[in-house]
């Protein structure tokens, strides 16, 4: 990099957490020649989305803000509120909405994800809400206050969605004193990361909290009243539940627009697709984070998000470091109940076998898979109590040294 006479430009679409990550990564280095350009549509620094709930806890939007001290070097230009609408990528330039122009040498696109709604009537009706945001999370809670004080009653809700985030939605109405449920078109709750009895068992948690779940169920179309708000919610089996306010949680949609149309490859299930360099099909132009799809697979979670950041910024620095893939291992909190799954939580690899103790009175599940000689983790999920996760997370992959029953069976003293 030192041999070229004038520092390289780059420019990063979106102001989200891989592209504070790159930002911060890319400048730690004293002597990198560079300028960044850093463009982001909401109206405010990066953010940490995981802490979104706190909102709902009495946080102030501030506090969930990101360390940025990078943004603050001369190198570094910040915009925000503003949208890159359209990549040139034979001038190597972007347009914003407010129609500046900006060149680049390397374009990185740090967009994110859109969360997805279920494509029903209804859906964008006043009272239904995405949570992804802060701006979402103040609008929810806007129009929570007037909609009660207009109805001069507490509210009803439906959170459309029942993996981790639509748990945590459901968690959130419940703080603002709104009787929730949860409606979850699969069989069961959690379904990626659960199998059938934790996830019964994170229902029966649930309903002891006062929120409702239905599972197997499909959401047909969302009724007004007179006023155009949200009244009722209609299902597939032709029930309906009266709601005034529905938030969806039904997975992400990478926001590979900016991509798709300037003939950048984007994965047939959505997402820019990357290297292991986090270069897209255009050399000049690279992805990471959520809306990168790296050998066919979406990550849509922060440790992955900011490997691709280090990855990126790493190789502009002249290094070789490689994205490898992500772990999809997790464990929350969630609506107040401990959930964690790593590995194989699934049991997918052939001739695997489980090992488990369930307890679904107390509310409680461990479970480890391990391969076919009953000895090597593959992975486990544990509900209700995870505080085992993070030492059995690092032994996947590993041969077990004690008998694997001593890890689930609960400890008699
Ligand atoms: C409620 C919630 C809880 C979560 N909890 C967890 C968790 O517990 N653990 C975990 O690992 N992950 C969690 N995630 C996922 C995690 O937040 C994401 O993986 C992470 O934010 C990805 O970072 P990103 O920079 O790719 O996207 P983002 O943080 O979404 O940033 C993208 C930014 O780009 C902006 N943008 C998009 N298009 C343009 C454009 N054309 N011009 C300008 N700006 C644009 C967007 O507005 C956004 O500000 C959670 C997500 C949510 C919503």
Redesign the pocket.
Known sequence: MSTRPSPIEIVV????????RFVTRLLASASARVRVTV????NRP?Y???R??ELFLGAAAGDLQLPCPAFEDDRVTVILD????RIDRRARSVR?RSRRVYSYDVLVL????Y?ARVAVEGAALPGCFS???IADVKDLRRFVRARSDGLGRSLRGVVVGGG??GL??AGALQTMGIAATVVQYAERLMDAQLDVTAGSIVKRHLQARGIAVRTATRVTRIDPDESGAVTAIEFQDGSFQRVDVVVFTVG?RA?D??ARNADIEVDPRGGVVIDEGCRTSDAAVLA?????CFEGRR???????YDMAEVAAERLLGGTRSFTGSDES?A?TVAGVEVASFGDALTRTPDAVDVLYADPVAGVYRKLVLAEDAHTLLGGILVGDASAYGALRTLVGARLEDDPASYVLPVRG
């Open positions: 679409v979106g102001a989200g957490m891989a592209a504070q463009i982001g549509d909401e990066p940490d989305r995981t979104l709930r503003d949208r890159v609408l914003t740090a967009t994110g994800a969360s949570y992804r945001t981790p985030l945590e939605a992400m926001r627009e900016l990471i984070g959520d809306v990168a990550a849509g979670r922060t440790g992955a998000a997790a929350a």
